[in-house]
């Protein structure tokens, strides 16, 4: 959190050091970041068609999934490298304490979602604590 956000924060009687800052991704997680990126863009455009039909949205473009996927946008889907520059920099620009992925969206296979739950607690987690030294 920063400067303008903590003062309102501690403007209405909250301890600044107690301030607790988290974010949640659409994200999967893969050995390889090309096949994980090429498996799971059919699918995830798929659900976005899905929720966008009912809410007046264009089609779901490539361009839309690449653009999030990279270093300003608000997908994590690639691999353990990856993944852990994008956290650390997300935890550099906002101060978290705190970060979720959701990697359920558009139905990606239990193989898939078992890998990708695995890389993140076998390997992103504890680089991105060694990283931030907690």
């Known amino acids: 959190m920063q400067g303008a ?4 924060y501690s403007s209405h009687g909250h301890d ?3 301030v607790e800052v988290g ?3 659409h994200a999967l997680f ?3 970041s090309s096949e994980v990126v090429d498996y799971y863009y059919p699918l995830y455009s798929a659900q976005m068609n899905r929720i966008g039909k009912s809410r ?3 089609p779901y473009q ?3 999934f690449d653009a999030g996927r990279n270093s300003g ?3 994590i889907i690639g691999d353990v490298n990856e993944s852990v520059e994008k956290i ?4 550099e620009t906002f101060g978290l304490t705190r970060f979720s992925a959701h990697m359920d969206v558009g139905g990606p296979s239990h193989t898939a979602l078992m890998k990708s739950i695995e890389l993140f607690g076998s390997k992103i987690a504890p680089k991105v604590r060694e990283a931030l030294k907690k």
């Open 5 to 8: 956000q903590l003062n309102v």
């Open 16 to 18: 600044k050091s107690k």
């Open 23 to 25: 974010v949640h991704m």
């Open 30 to 32: 893969g050995e390889n």
């Open 56 to 58: 007046g949205w264009a």
């Open 62 to 64: 490539r361009n839309q």
């Open 73 to 75: 946008g608000a997908l």
């Open 88 to 91: 650390l920099a997300m935890e």
